[in-house]
Nanobody, 119 residues
Framework: QVQLVESGGGLVQAGGSLNLSCAASRNIFSIKIMGWFRQAPGKQRELVATISFGPGGSTSYADSVKGRFTISRDNARNTVYLQMNSLNPGDTAVYYC???????????WGQGTQVTVSS
């Protein structure tokens, strides 16, 4: 059973920073992409950032977080990080780790970690 263990969420004041991490269990092979999504109350889940686990590690970001958030990876540890700077109340949401693996890009999800930004 694939498990994604997230950590790093919490409460922070506007303008502050948080660093989320997500570690995939060791029995997962052929990771293609890892990333972060978020869901605020009453809203749909939205993409925040993704990173390829292939050579080069190409990244993509939602327009709302470009320049403030940075996604990175540690292939050896099957881990992805999300450094979040200049946080604002609009970033308040449950953040979910996502992993796609195998030739079929099977989706796996973490349990979610709460990020709350106070004004």
């Amino acid at each position: 059973q694939v498990q994604l263990v997230e950590s790093g969420g919490g409460l922070v004041q506007a303008g502050g920073s948080l660093n989320l991490s997500c570690a995939a269990s060791r029995n997962i092979f052929s990771i293609k992409i890892m990333g972060w999504f978020r869901q605020a109350p009453g809203k749909q889940r939205e993409l925040v950032a993704t990173i390829s686990f292939g050579p080069g590690g190409s990244t993509s970001y939602a327009d709302s977080v470009k320049g403030r958030f940075t996604i990175s990876r540690d292939n050896a540890r099957n881990t992805v990080y999300l450094q979040m700077n200049s946080l604002n109340p609009g970033d308040t949401a449950v953040y979910y780790c996502n992993l796609k693996a195998g030739s079929g890009y099977t989706n796996y999800w973490g349990q979610g970690t709460q990020v709350t930004v106070s004004s």
